[in-house]
């Protein structure tokens, strides 16, 4: 366990280094069985130690005496829900993802535009989660059922979650969200070409379970 935790806080150091985190924002957390670890409240993610990290149990016991993220409520629903599929979630506000975020009007069919294979690959379908107060029981509930059927989820003036079967799966699927929408900021008003409809099946039928 002790190189899951030291490949956790080596991703939250290159994930602030690079830019997709910031001051004390975002947080990741790993699941070995029925324990959670959790990168801890008011810290930035860089420069962060494993017995920094907290540990409880699936359903939020202390296992030590680290304190958690407020946004652990999220991470034990989407655990308990989803399934065995998720071993680790990574919760960033990346400037493209949270501008995203804001736009009075997402089509939660199509949120972002067909623009690159990579997005259907890692990120979509991607669950539109509404407005809750950072760290709330109502957004634990929500991102739990969201969580259901989705490893990616966008939540409304907020930021993103994205669900893996490993820190790596989790961490590429958060990455290429925040590039996708980056992409869509650069192009708005310009005129695209899209991935038609049976391109997309294509990408889905040669990438299934992505």
Known sequence: MSEILERLCELADSLFARGYAFGSTGNLSVREGDQVWVTPTGQPLRGLRPDQLAAMDLEGRALNDARPSKEYPFHLGAY?????????????????????????????????????????????PMAIVPYYRPGSAELGEAVGEAARAHKTLLLRNHGSICLGGSLSEAADRAEELEETAKLHFILRGETLRELTRDEVADIRRAFPGR
């Open 80 to 124: 308990r829900n989803h399934g065995d599929g998720c071993q680790a979630i990574v919760h960033l506000h990346s400037t493209y993802t949270v501008a995203l975020s804001c736009l009075a009007e997402i089509d939660p069919e199509r949120p972002l535009p067909r623009i690159t294979p990579y997005y259907f690959m890692r990120v979509a």
